[in-house]
């Protein structure tokens, strides 16, 4: 039996998986990213994680090559850059060929999340939606878009890059690609994090170190973590309904580690 490894490049976290041809998880791991260290690093890092989960695999299963997201615009073997790794031109599906031993397809990581979920449909019997938008919130924000059943990518591989959107807000936050007040410096982890610790901090209270504790406090019904937490999810609804009005999609998507972070989805 044929398998692949599936890798998702995060700038908090390094996941892996085994997946059968109908997409059926098999074994998964993960690692902490350390950008720092560089794309070779992080290529080994992936090979250990692809032999480890290859040990305990029957006889007649074999991992018959990768597919990797990254986050940041990808054109061909390429990442171009990803600001919140702190990397330019990168030289990624290279590494993880060499260090792996397996052909590697990759792809910006929500561009990646996006023909999943629609390929995933499609296998278990749903419809197969032909424009669709794709919101990912984590470490950063990021997005895809297919508009008559392709990946829309744009003149310079960015297409999609919903982060990156100005957000209306004024606080002059510093995003990764240099601009200001992008609507990843609200909407995602970080984001909500520092929106929750200046509302803490200006009424005395205090401040948080991880969404986790936010969302604990969100739990316990929080007036302050309440108003973040809906504070920054109308500016990702307002940004998303431009978008929506924009390109017409029968269906979005929100995926991330914070969309359904503390076991309260973002809807």
Same mark, same amino acid.
């Given at each position: 039996?044929?398998?692949?490894?599936?890798?998702?490049?995060?700038?908090?976290?390094?996941?892996?998986?085994?997946?059968?041809?109908?997409? !059926?998880?098999?074994?998964?791991?993960?690692?902490?990213?350390?950008?720092?260290?560089?794309?070779?690093?992080?290529?080994?890092?992936?090979? !250990?994680? =692809?032999?480890?989960?290859?040990?305990?695999?029957?006889?007649?299963?074999?991992?018959?090559?990768?597919?990797?997201?990254? $986050?940041? $615009?990808?054109?061909?073997?390429?990442?171009?850059?990803?600001?919140?790794?702190?990397?330019?031109?990168? $030289?990624?599906?290279?590494?993880?060929?060499?260090?792996?031993?397996?052909?590697?397809?990759?792809?910006?990581? =929500?561009?990646?999340?996006? &023909?999943?979920?629609?390929?995933?449909?499609?296998?278990?019997?749903?419809?197969?939606?032909?424009?669709? &938008?794709? !919101?990912?919130?984590?470490?950063?924000?990021?997005?895809?878009?297919?508009?008559?059943?392709?990946? &829309?990518?744009?003149?310079?591989?960015?297409?999609?890059?919903?982060?990156?959107? $100005?957000?209306?807000?004024?606080?002059?936050?510093?995003?990764?690609?240099?601009?200001?007040?992008?609507?990843?410096?609200?909407?995602?982890?970080?984001?909500?994090? =520092?929106?929750?610790?200046?509302?803490?901090?200006?009424?005395?209270?205090? !401040?948080?170190?991880?969404?986790?504790?936010?969302?604990?406090?969100?739990?316990?019904?929080?007036?302050?973590?309440?108003?973040?937490?809906?504070?920054?999810?109308?500016?990702?609804?307002?940004?998303?309904?431009?978008?929506?009005?924009?390109?017409?999609?029968?269906?979005?998507?929100?995926?991330?580690?914070?969309?359904?972070?503390?076991?309260?989805?973002?809807?």
């Amino acid at each position: 039996m044929d398998v692949a490894l599936g890798i998702d490049i995060g700038g908090t976290t390094v996941k892996s998986a085994l997946v059968d041809r109908t997409g !059926a998880l098999i074994q998964k791991r993960s690692v902490r990213t350390e950008s720092s260290a560089g794309h070779v690093k992080m290529a080994h890092d992936i090979a !250990a994680m =692809a032999k480890d989960m290859s040990k305990d695999l029957p006889d007649r299963c074999t991992v018959v090559g990768a597919g990797a997201g990254a $986050p940041g $615009p990808v054109e061909g073997r390429m990442l171009l850059g990803a600001v919140n790794l702190g990397w330019g031109e990168t $030289p990624l599906a290279q590494a993880i060929e060499r260090s792996s031993g397996l052909p590697t397809v990759l792809l910006n990581d =929500a561009n990646a999340a996006a &023909l999943g979920e629609r390929w995933a449909a499609r296998s278990h019997g749903g419809d197969l939606a032909e424009n669709l &938008l794709f !919101a990912t919130l984590g470490t950063g924000v990021g997005g895809a878009i297919i508009v008559n059943g392709s990946l &829309l990518n744009g003149a310079h591989a960015c297409g999609g890059e919903i982060g990156h959107i $100005p957000s209306g807000k004024s606080e002059k936050r510093v995003c990764g690609c240099g601009n200001l007040d992008c609507l990843e410096t609200y909407a995602s982890a970080n984001g909500l994090l =520092a929106t929750a610790n200046n509302l803490f901090v200006t009424n005395q209270v205090s !401040a948080v170190p991880t969404c986790e504790e936010l969302f604990e406090r969100v739990k316990a019904g929080d007036r302050l973590a309440t108003k973040a937490l809906d504070d920054t999810i109308d500016l990702l609804a307002r940004a998303l309904a431009g978008i929506i009005n924009t390109i017409d999609p029968e269906m979005v998507i929100i995926g991330g580690g914070l969309s359904a972070a503390g076991g309260t989805p973002i809807r």
